[in-house]
């Protein structure tokens, strides 16, 4: 009997022992499935972490090249406004010269209008008299009246010189 009850005790254990093993088999398999899961996210975390590392470098050297572009136009834009501003200073200074020959010369006009020889002045030559316009000259050819004033301040400029 002894002999008896210890094989029955084994039988017990042996089929509680092959209990286990299927039940530990049939979890080693659904971690298998599920390690390849794993597996496959892994490798697709990997290749999303690959193309974020590359957008992330394209928009540094992006950044990089609209830094330098951005910085490529304020030194020309620099260099604009700098030869801007020489050229206005030129203008500003051909302006003053020219107010000032102006109105020098609209002095002359005026000193020769009232004393049409010159005589009245050391530093202007006297004029040269223009010719009658009865003498050669055709009727087509005399200087109508409006631009004897022009006539007047182009030889007065010419006297400067």
Request: proline letters at 6%.
């Amino acid at each position: 009997m002894l002999g008896t009850v210890l094989d029955l005790t084994m039988i017990v254990l042996l089929l509680v022992t092959s209990f286990w093993c299927v039940r530990v088999h049939r979890r080693l398999a659904a971690l298998r499935t599920g390690q390849s899961e794993i597996a496959a996210f892994v490798d697709a975390l990997a290749a999303a972490t690959e193309r974020a590392e590359r957008a992330v470098q394209e928009m540094k050297e992006a950044g990089s090249q609209a830094a330098a572009s951005r910085e490529a136009q304020e030194s020309e834009l620099r260099t604009r406004r700098e030869e801007l501003q020489r050229t206005l200073e030129a203008a500003q200074r051909m302006q003053r010269r020219l107010e000032d020959v102006l109105g020098h010369g609209a002095r002359l006009i005026a000193e020769l209008r009232t004393d049409p020889r010159g005589s009245g002045t050391e530093s202007a030559p006297p004029e040269p008299s223009a010719p009658e316009p009865s003498e050669s000259r055709p009727p087509e050819l005399e200087e109508p009246a409006r631009r004897r004033p022009a006539r007047d301040l182009l030889q007065a400029l010419q006297k400067l010189r």
